[in-house]
């Protein structure tokens, strides 16, 4: 069975950092590209960061680009997204997915396999 589960959400303060995982499990992330999207309450789902298949290519959001870092560990195949600097404006579920292509898809609709999302809080 192919899943993605995220860990790692959790409430921090502003200013703070958090790190999270998306770990693979039924097949090996040297073939997806990995997204993280996350939605915040009552607003649309976002496209924060992609890393490609083979790890060399990343890509992120305008906001998102200087604070957070996507990588990638074939070893323990998962992908981990660091966060720093964080905002109350980054509250939200934040899901990781895999898609069979590259990182061109900023709206999700491409990938296949899914998350259940890990909810982070950025709040005093």
């Given at each position: ?15 703070g ?97 899914w ?10």
């Open positions: 069975q192919l899943q993605l589960v995220e860990s790692g959400g959790e409430l921090v303060q502003p200013g950092s958090l790190r999270l995982s998306c770990a693979a499990s039924g097949f090996t992330l040297d073939d997806y590209a990995i997204g993280w999207f996350r939605q915040a309450p009552g607003k649309e789902r976002e496209w924060v960061s992609c890393i490609s298949s083979s790890g060399g290519s990343t890509y992120y959001a305008d906001s998102m680009k200087g604070r957070f870092t996507i990588t990638k560990d074939r070893a323990k195949n998962t992908v981990y997204l660091q966060m720093n600097s964080l905002r109350p404006e980054d509250t939200g579920v934040y899901s990781c997915a895999g898609i069979e292509a590259g990182c061109g898809d900023v709206l999700g609709s491409s990938y296949g396999y998350g259940q999302g890990t909810q982070v809080t950025v709040s005093s």
